[in-house]
């Protein structure tokens, strides 16, 4: 009796490279034909070295370093913001037309790129929306606060940001970050122990709205609230009771909006400390909203106040 095991199932079982396993038809020579100038490429401050959530670097080769993206918009968006932290791409047939331009900058720049089954991205990116299309990449990390803070328009000209407090449901934070890129929010600040980040899901969700908005995230027994006021903003905590109706405030044009998780709500030493409390008037059937939900409220007002 043999006592060899069976191989590990592998989930390219099915998986066929164009470029080794079959011939390429006309199409999709025409696919992955190198004629066209690469996009430009995202800002130096968004492609700094990966680290960890606490500014330690990861170690080389480490499986930290890439993070996978899928969805059709959140791809097309990667591409066209930073095509140079793509690390690999897997796609299924039907998609090669569309990601014809993505397959010839892997051509390019020796990068490799696979053509699968739909089962196959299933296991791979462990949903079923993955669209047909996913991206292996390399892992960025947040903006220093302070780098943010100087980017931005100096006082008094209006700017937005969204505060986060203990939210950490990545399909909420694409939500939120969906909205975000819609009213143009000029960035998000995450807590300083928070291990939220740009996940694939967040990303899906987010409808490629994640490249279009800034990051940052302050160091370890940084002051944030003290760095804003400085810069001018005003902080507001959103809140589901009491404070001010946000349709009767006129709200301030340098204004940063801090909302807190689901079900545990702002810690309660934030909300004291906040400047102004803002509620989203309803009929009271129910609490509140949620809150991707009332972040897009709370933008659309904004925005409505100083860029319409």
Sequence with gaps: MSDKRPPKESPWATAKPLSTERKLDKRERAAVRPSYAPPPSRPAAHSAAPTSEYGEPYKTNSRHEE?????????????AHRPGDIRKVYLTEARIPEFKSALAFCVQNKLGYRVVETADLDKLTQTQHHEGICFDL????????????????????????????????????????????????????????????????????????????????????????????????????????????????????????????????????????????????????VESLNISASAAVLFGEYFRQHRC
């Design 138 to 285: 390399r892992r960025t990390t947040p903006m220093a606060l302070d780098d943010l803070l100087a980017a931005l328009p100096a006082a008094p000209s209006p700017a937005l940001l969204m505060q986060l407090d203990g939210v950490g449901n990545p399909h909420n934070f694409g939500a939120m970050l969906r909205s975000a890129a819609h009213f143009g929010i000029n960035g998000v600040v995450l807590p300083p122990d928070s291990s939220l980040g740009l996940s694939g899901a967040a990303a899906r969700v987010a409808e490629g709205g994640a490249e279009a908005v800034t990051i940052a995230q302050p160091r370890a027994g940084e002051d944030a609230l003290a760095r804003l006021r400085s810069a001018g903003f005003t902080i507001a905590a959103t809140v589901p009771r009491g404070g001010v109706s946000l349709y009767a405030t006129k709200l301030p044009a340098r204004l940063a909006l801090i909302f807190g998780a689901e079900g545990e709500g702002m810690r309660e030493p934030l909300i004291a400390a906040a400047d102004l409390r803002l509620n989203i008037p309803g009929s009271g059937s």
């Design 67 to 79: 993070v996978r993206f899928f969805g059709r918009n959140a791809c097309h968006a990667v591409f």
